[in-house]
């Protein structure tokens, strides 16, 4: 068990960045991966980024490449996700998730409430 807290959303420009932090409460949070996802009304969770427990492997989604940096802090119990040159269409909820699979493809069990990014044009 891990609570999440994102947080660091806004109105932002396009062309503008912006700095989410999601912050675990629990005791282990370094055993898990963390993933960044947006959620979009009316569509499917769509993968932003994740790193692994330790912060030694990254990846972005195709949509997003060279625009982003994920990289965490265990000490702090903090993942930060850096977004550079937004777009109108990166707008969308972002929530963090804690992977729990101890091998093989990650899953997501614990989830944040999210963080509202907007872009305007």
């Known amino acids: 068990q891990v609570t999440l807290v994102e947080s660091g959303g806004g109105l932002v420009q396009a062309g503008g960045s912006l700095r989410l932090s999601c912050v675990g409460s629990g005791r282990f949070f370094d055993r898990y991966g963390i993933g960044w996802f947006r959620q979009v009304p009316g569509k499917e969770r769509e993968f932003v980024a994740g790193?692994?427990?330790?912060?030694?492997?990254?990846r972005y989604a195709d949509s997003m490449k060279g625009r982003l940096t994920i990289s965490r802090d265990n000490t702090k119990k903090t993942v930060t996700l850096q977004m550079n040159s937004l777009k109108p269409e990166d707008t969308g909820v972002y929530v963090c998730?804690?992977?729990?699979?101890?091998?093989?493809?990650?899953?997501?069990?614990?989830w944040g409430r999210g963080t509202q990014v907007t872009v305007s044009s």
């Open positions: 790193v692994t427990k330790s912060g030694d492997t990254t």
């Open positions: 998730a804690a992977d729990t699979a101890i091998h093989g493809p990650p899953f997501y069990d614990f």
